[in-house]
């Protein structure tokens, strides 16, 4: 059988310093894609990397060496792609296998293992992931299978639990953790630095708190422009967000950049036309858009995401009998993908025994008719019918004990014994 193989970091194994060194970009994901088609021990795999995990979920090829399971090879790409030595990042990975790769996926995707529990972005993220990797061609049977399970796990977590009654989110937290700062939000003046998703979901929470005005800014003007208009607020160019600070009191910013947006120099230059005011940064971007040198200018307060962890804890003490509920729905999904993959195992081997009885059969029957002339055409008919009737009955016990695989067997031991019972040769590469 095919192992299936995640490996990854997130906020739970790694500090935001080597998340960001690990984030890939778009076109990254499609270079370790194109790794994924080139590496001849890897038969299937997709990659996605959001704010908070890198994971890779592969599935190796079979073959009789030993330690063919290429996660060495995965963390030697990981590290030429991303020029950082092996041994700055491997102890804050994870490496799950088999059915806990399974489960880690599937909560991953029904958002259980989310910094915030219960945000609805990562599921997107992980259609995208997929989609690109179908896009490449480096999926197949198995991958294409356990994901569209993993889809419909999140979407029962969502529908059936209440995980996703309140905004839960990144943007959700960083603007609750803005409302502890400052009391009252309504008379206090915001900017977004970038116009996505993250962005316009912090828009609208913001809005549920009636901010006094919202500004964005983004690279590209027009979806700035987009965006402030969708909620009355004010578009500026992007070359104006320094000179913008004078006139705001809070800053979220969720770019895609890989440099800082905001710099120590650029902000302790305009703190004297603010008077000194209180100027609150939230980042909320991998790799992180605000300069953390920051922090040590008077008045000047910058969180990044590692910063959320006690609203995210709080939030997730909230929701701790909805986890438990969901947790189940994993734990069955898992099982009845885990039946599927074993019906899958099983199938060559049905197939072979089926087709090596039928050809037996066959040739028998002919050969015994060919000396019985005298029978009419009916009569033969009839003799192949009943040859081949006593070949099925023959064989419907072994294979109705293949099919019914069970959770406290060695059901590869058996399929072994079957293959080697009934003579068969099936290659490695099955399922």
């Given amino acids: 059988m095919s192992k299936i193989i995640l490996i990854g970091a997130s906020h739970k194994t790694a500090p935001v310093e080597l998340r960001e060194k690990l984030s890939f970009s778009q076109e990254q994901v499609e270079t370790a894609l194109e790794f994924v088609k080139q590496e001849s021990g890897i038969k299937e795999g997709l990659v996605f990397s959001t704010c908070n995990r890198l994971e890779f979920l592969y599935i190796p090829k079979n073959s009789d060496g030993e330690n063919n399971d290429k996660v060495d090879a995965v963390l030697a790409f990981i590290s030429e792609l991303k020029q950082l030595p092996v041994s700055e990042f491997k102890s804050s990975l994870y490496i799950h296998t088999d059915d806990d790769a399974v489960r880690h996926l599937f909560c991953v995707a029904a958002s259980l293992d989310s910094m915030v529990v219960g945000e609805p972005q990562i599921l997107g993220q992980v ?19 356990l994901m569209h399970k993993s889809f419909s796990v999140a979407k029962r977590v969502r529908k059936q639990t209440g995980i996703g009654d309140n905004a839960v989110s990144i943007s959700y937290a960083a603007i609750e953790l803005a409302h502890k700062i400052f009391a009252d939000l309504a008379t206090k003046s915001v900017m977004l630095i970038g116009a996505g998703e993250m962005a316009e979901l912090a828009v609208e929470h913001l809005m549920a708190h009636h901010v006094e005005k919202i500004v964005v800014t983004n690279r590209t003007f027009k979806n700035a422009l987009e965006l402030a208009r ?45 008077q000194n005011k209180t100027l609150f940064f939230i980042d909320i971007a991998v790799p992180r858009d605000i300069d953390p040198r920051i922090n040590k200018i008077s008045n000047a307060y910058v969180y990044d995401i590692d910063d959320l962890r006690n609203i995210v804890e709080t939030n997730i003490s909230q929701r701790e009998q909805e986890t438990i509920m969901a947790q189940r729905f994993v734990e069955e999904a898992l099982l009845a993908f885990r039946r599927w993959l ?21 040739l028998e029957c002919e050969k015994t008719l060919a000396g019985l002339s005298h029978l009419s ?55």
């Fill in 230 to 274: 969708k909620f009355n607020g004010q578009a500026v160019q992007y070359e104006e967000r320094v000179s913008a600070l004078a006139d705001v009191d809070i800053i979220i910013s969720s770019t895609g950049a890989t440099d800082y947006v905001l710099t120590r120099d650029q902000v302790k230059g305009i703190m004297k036309k603010r």
């Fill in 127 to 145: 259609k995208k992931a997929y989609k690109t990797a179908v896009s490449a061609g480096t999926t197949g049977v198995l991958l294409n299978r």
């Fill in 342 to 362: 074993d019906e899958l195992a099983v199938v060559p081997t049905i197939k072979a025994i089926n087709r090596k009885m039928t050809d037996i059969v066959n």
């Fill in 377 to 431: 055409t009916g009569d033969a008919e009839s003799i192949r019918r009943m040859t081949r009737a006593i070949a099925s009955r023959a064989i419907h016990d072994p294979i109705l004990f293949l099919r019914n695989t069970g959770d406290h067997r060695d059901d590869s031991l058996y399929l072994n014994i079957a293959r080697q019972l009934f003579n068969l040769d099936i290659p490695d590469h099955n399922y």
